[in-house]
């Protein structure tokens, strides 16, 4: 059976898990915890990170970005990046927007000095950090409802690799209860809109040891 | 004209002009500050970051990732990614492993603190952050070296866009003379073989006012 490693709360493991469900992929989850340091994690993928996807013949296929572009090639039939060369750009412009710019100027500010960092031994939470991410993602939120507005999904009518990069991010956010969703009532929209969908369900159902999710954490209708 | 906006010294620009180059695409170069905060800029692309890629029929490609991914769609007839699913996925997670991994470990430690951090009006360089990323350089130029002596090149006996990543990275860095290249030789031949391809000869040549290279940064004999 396909195989693919992820960890909980990781915006990257849950981008490839919606991925391979809205692409009717068959897979079995294996969680794992990178500061664990486990050495077949690292015969697996040397970066020692997750997620990592192996298939049935062997193949390894490390890291988000290898794993979401080989499964556009390998099971095209539902496509998540759009069919002409300027849609392709457009979502794949966003994807770097939420994977690169909102994962260093908030995921990372907030996510890792909450939950991960402690794990790795990195002591307390820096709270000035959290501060200055939680203040930077409202601009984003202004983005993701603007969009939403114009386009429905964001990167245009359908959903698309975009929306599951932004939902990855955000949702991971969420069960620290660190989304000001009534700030910008369009990003609430949107995002009611992608909790509704199978592939996040299951996703929205786990819980970490130690850490419970607000209330409204699962509910499409928050 | 097609038109390449890029900034000096930014290894995701340097990665979008060598793949130009290795795929015979011709372009104009236009030099641009992202911490000018020109409006036009943000009309190209919202993020306000380069490179951006304007085509000739006015499509705009903003991000060293879209970008790359665009041009191996829209200019196959030479590709940096391999042809076979697994050769693909091995050029995609060195890429990552550049642009996620060496670029949060290393590169914005040194190049952000000595360079753009002063352009950007945020004070002086933070010398522990400058020592931290050049001693994290240091296993990166190990795996580099590593896979130089299994491969010859990163992810196979062909140049693909794992070393132009790589090569982009490390080049940024060997101007400001942080690359303790004799550390490994086997990173260090590899490097030698990068710099003398044509595509690597015109970036290696340009200046950045204030900032004097090492005599060997444009010797591919150093």
């Known amino acids: 059976m396909r195989m693919l490693y992820h960890t909980n709360l990781?915006?990257?493991?849950?981008k490839v898990r919606m991925v391979m469900k809205e692409k009717g992929?068959?897979?079995?989850?294996?969680?794992?915890?990178?500061?664990d340091r486990k050495l077949d994690l690292f015969a697996l993928n040397p970066a020692g990170e997750l997620p990592i996807l192996v298939e049935d013949d062997g193949?390894?296929?490390?890291?988000?970005?290898a794993i979401c572009e080989y499964l556009e090639e390998a099971?095209?039939?539902?496509t998540l990046l759009g069919t002409t060369l300027a849609e392709r750009a457009e979502v794949r412009r966003?994807?770097?927007?939420?994977?690169?710019?909102?994962d260093y100027e908030v995921t990372k500010n907030i996510l890792f000095?909450?939950?991960f960092k402690n794990y790795l031994g990195g002591?307390?939470?820096?709270?000035?950090?959290?501060?200055?991410?939680?203040?930077?993602m409202l601009y984003h939120l202004d983005y993701v409802g603007y969009l939403a507005r114009e386009r429905y999904f964001l990167a245009g009518e359908n959903l698309t690799?975009?929306?599951?990069?932004?939902?990855?991010h955000l949702s991971a956010l969420d069960y620290l209860g660190d989304v000001p969703w009534e700030y910008n009532p369009g990003a609430h929209t949107w995002y009611a809109l992608l909790k509704s969908r199978p592939s996040m369900r299951c996703i929205l159902s786990e819980r970490v040891r130690g850490v419970r999710p607000p209330v409204y954490y699962e509910d499409p209708d928050f």
Not at 59 to 65: D, L
Not at 125 to 134: D, E, K, L, V
Request: proline share 7%; glycine share 4%; hydrophobic share 40%.
């Open 123 to 136: 002591g307390q939470p820096n709270s000035a950090m959290i501060r200055q991410g939680t203040s930077q």
């Open 59 to 65: 193949t390894v296929v490390s890291g988000a970005y």
């Open 113 to 115: 000095e909450k939950v």
């Open 75 to 78: 099971y095209p039939q539902i």
């Open 94 to 102: 966003l994807v770097d927007w939420f994977d690169h710019k909102f």
């Open 10 to 14: 990781s915006p990257f493991c849950r």
């Open 25 to 35: 992929i068959d897979f079995e989850l294996v969680c794992e915890n990178p500061w």
């Open 161 to 168: 690799l975009a929306d599951i990069a932004a939902a990855s």
